[in-house]
């Protein structure tokens, strides 16, 4: 089992910046690889990053490349999103998600692979 937290959310403005961080509980956290999904209301969740176990495989959707990155330290059982020069439309409710990997490099957009999630943080960037 892991229980995961996440944190950081909150109103910015287009063009700011959020920290959004996830707290890992419950288990080996190197054993397990991460994601970053969000959901706005009336759409799918989708991927937003994903990072291998190690950290040193990352992912990224098109439409926050440039922009996000997906870090972790193991040492302290995280998980963090930087998101800079945020638009309206990252706003959403983000989750954090995690799934046992058998390799130290994979990553996955899929949320059907994960099988621990966090209870989400709203992000609103106004225009």
């Known amino acids: 089992q892991v229980q995961l937290v996440e944190s950081g959310g909150g109103l910015v403005q287009a063009g700011g910046s959020l920290r959004l961080s996830c707290a890992a509980s419950?288990?080996?956290?190197?054993?397990?690889?991460m994601g970053w999904f969000r959901q706005a209301p009336g759409k799918e969740r989708e991927s937003v990053a994903s990072?291998?176990?190690?950290?040193?495989?990352?992912a990224y959707a098109d439409s926050v490349k440039g922009r996000f990155t997906v870090s972790r330290d193991n040492a302290q059982n995280a998980v963090y999103l930087q998101m800079n020069s945020l638009k309206p439309e990252d706003t959403a409710v983000y989750f954090c998600?995690?799934?046992?990997?058998?390799?130290?490099?994979?990553?996955?957009?899929?949320?059907?692979?994960?099988?621990?999630w966090g209870q989400g943080t709203q992000v609103t960037v106004s225009s």
């Open positions: 998600a995690a799934r046992t990997a058998l390799t130290t490099y994979s990553t996955s957009s899929y949320s059907s692979a994960y099988d621990y």
């Open positions: 990072i291998s176990r190690s950290g040193t495989s990352t």
């Open positions: 419950g288990r080996t956290f190197s054993s397990v690889a």
